[in-house]
């Protein structure tokens, strides 16, 4: 059996929300748990025996047929083993009433082709950038901005727009050729003129002193009795 890695699109980590909430309630407990000074298995206790949204079973019921006992006091008949059935019907019933609700404000995205001109959003700002190819996993493109960066984004991040597309040269750097040491060590009379000159200047620059006029200030009647 192998293994198909899917990864999410980059900032978008709402498209891998089923890790991203199961990681939110674990720092949440743990929060909670250093809080209160409590022991993380308490903590792990009490969220094994919560029921789960939606249905009338906690985890633990599912895993082993009955209740766990908890610091709550509970009936013992509570404790005797019981057999769930029809727990799957509830789930799926859950599942499409979340659909139903979902579906109500929603609209089918029209999918991009390669070559479409659109606006890419960077944190808060948009813009202008262009379609290269469709990504292996879903609703990601791979996208081209004006500077040349090639990048993969969800869907949500793109729209269409009409702004032309002009991409951005880069400047190439040219390294310098390797030279001989007795070149460098040689100076011409117009780079010795010039350091020189520079260097007055610089000192003159530093020798003068830059003097800000101050408002006068006029001291009152009754101070002139004493020394300020």
Avoid at 35 to 58: F, H, M, N, Q, W
Avoid at 94 to 110: L, P
Wanted: with cysteine.
């Amino acid at each position: 059996m192998e293994l198909q890695y899917c990864t999410s699109s980059p900032r978008y980590p709402k498209s891998d929300g089923l890790a991203e909430r199961a990681v939110g309630i674990c720092k949440g407990m743990l929060r909670k748990c250093d809080e209160a000074g409590v022991d993380i298995e308490l903590g792990l206790l009490e969220y094994r025996t919560t029921p789960v949204k939606g249905l009338k079973v906690s985890p633990s019921e599912l895993l082993n047929n009955r209740i766990l006992r908890t610091a709550i006091t509970t009936n013992e008949n509570l404790l005797k083993i019981k057999e769930q059935m029809n727990v799957g019907i509830g789930l799926e019933e859950v599942k499409s009433r979340q659909k139903e609700y979902y579906n109500k404000g929603a609209k089918e995205r029209k999918e991009f082709e390669s070559g479409d001109l659109v606006a890419l959003r960077e944190d808060k700002i948009w813009i202008p950038g262009k379609i290269i190819e469709k990504h292996n996993t879903p609703r990601s493109y791979i996208v081209k901005d004006q500077p040349g960066r090639v990048l993969r984004r969800n869907s949500s991040h793109l729209k269409k727009t009409n702004i032309p597309f002009v991409e951005q040269k880069r400047d190439v750097e040219i390294e310098d050729p390797p030279q001989n040491n007795n070149s460098n060590n040689i100076q011409t009379e117009n780079e010795i003129e010039y350091d020189a000159v520079s260097s007055q200047n610089i000192n003159k620059t530093n020798d003068q002193n830059v003097v800000i006029e101050k408002r006068k200030i006029v001291k009152p009647i009754w101070c002139k009795d004493y020394v300020m």
